[in-house]
């Protein structure tokens, strides 16, 4: 896995770049599966701070664009908080791996109980064409 990260009006310290790669590698968990399958996964990761125009304060920006062989899963999140938007985005990230993962594995038990039917003769259906 290829880790790209980026600083926009911030300078990126030992900690923080510590703190995003610990958030990607909880993240590689999940697509490992994905990797084996598939080949190499790239991951574009930014933090930037929001201009110095908001009454409130500092607004930090963090994106993250992970990429693998045709799929692409993004995520971005604003706070206050530089890790509190790391961790935001992180979750959004965890949240849009894990949906695509169930949508996958649902479709491909549908796709299989429906051959299945077929082959003992409940279903005159035919998997492939959807047509009766």
């Known amino acids: 896995m290829q880790i790209n990260l980026q600083g926009k009006n911030l300078e990126l310290t030992g900690a923080i770049k510590d703190y995003v790669l610990k958030r990607v590698t909880n993240l590689e968990k999940l697509l490992s599966n994905i990797e084996t399958e598939k080949g190499k996964a790239m991951v574009n990761f930014e933090v930037s701070k929001s201009t110095d125009h908001h009454k409130s304060?500092?607004?930090f920006h963090t994106?993250?664009?992970i990429k693998i062989n045709g799929r692409e899963f993004y995520g971005s999140a604003d706070a206050n908080d530089l890790y509190a938007a790391i961790d935001e985005?992180?979750?959004t990230l965890f949240n849009e791996i894990r949906k695509n993962k169930d949508r996958r594995q649902t479709l491909f038990k549908r796709g299989a109980a429906s051959v299945k039917k077929m082959l003992k003769g409940l279903s005159r259906r035919n998997p492939f064409t959807s047509r009766y």
């Open 89 to 91: 985005l992180k979750e």
């Open 63 to 65: 994106d993250c664009l």
């Open 57 to 59: 304060g500092e607004i």
